[in-house]
């Protein structure tokens, strides 16, 4: 465990039992959410990189306007 981690926990067992078991549940919700977007972003290579090549395609003749 790095030093950061090691201070927000010892922090965190500082606050009442109701607000560590809501500090508990939003990080374990927060870190299923970055598995699920790991999973999603890994399996969408191939469409993203078909949607890289539409747009480099898009540029190269001209139909992209610069923000």
Do not use: C, H, N, V
């Amino acid at each position: 465990m790095t030093k950061s981690l090691e201070q927000a926990f010892a922090e965190a067992a500082k606050l009442p039992d109701a607000e560590q078991d809501a500090f508990a549940q939003f990080l374990l919700a927060e870190l299923k959410s970055e598995e699920r977007w790991a999973r999603a972003f890994a399996s969408s290579q191939d469409e993203l990189a078909k949607l890289a090549q539409e747009a480099l395609a898009d540029y190269r003749a001209g139909r992209t306007q610069p923000f």
